[in-house]
């Protein structure tokens, strides 16, 4: 059975940093592209960020670029976003998503997705 285990989040201060990781198991994804959504109370889900199957190609939404970084393991079968700089405006649940193509993901397709971990940033 496929899962993806978000970690990381927690309550920071406008201008801190949170690192979020995503485990996986029941599966490798070495050859996937893996990516971070969130999405916020009375919003829309939001791509934040994507990176494809060998790390060598990434994509950040405009809000988050410069801010944070997304990184991937393969080795251990993990994902990972770095994210400083926080805003208000960050606060939302971050969630893991993995999806066998690189534009896949960069349109909201995925194949396996996450529980979420909340980030809340206070202002």
């Known amino acids: 059975q496929v899962q993806l285990v978000e970690s990381g989040g927690g309550l920071v201060q406008a201008g801190g940093s949170l690192s979020l990781s995503c485990a996986a198991s029941?599966?490798?994804?070495?050859?996937?592209?893996m990516g971070w959504f969130r999405q916020a109370p009375g919003k829309e889900r939001e791509l934040v960020a994507v990176?494809?199957?060998?790390?060598?190609?990434?994509y950040y939404a405009f809000s988050v670029k410069g801010r944070f970084t997304i990184s991937r393991d393969n080795a251990k079968n993990t994902l990972d976003l770095q994210m400083n700089g926080l805003k208000a405006e960050d606060t939302a649940v971050y969630y893991c998503?993995?999806?066998?193509?690189?534009?896949?993901?960069?349109?909201?397709?995925?194949?396996?997705w996450g529980q979420g971990t909340q980030v809340t940033v206070s202002s």
């Open positions: 990176i494809n199957w060998s790390g060598s190609s990434t």
């Open positions: 029941g599966r490798t994804f070495s050859s996937y592209a």
């Open positions: 998503a993995v999806g066998q193509y690189y534009n896949d993901l960069l349109h909201g397709g995925y194949e396996y």
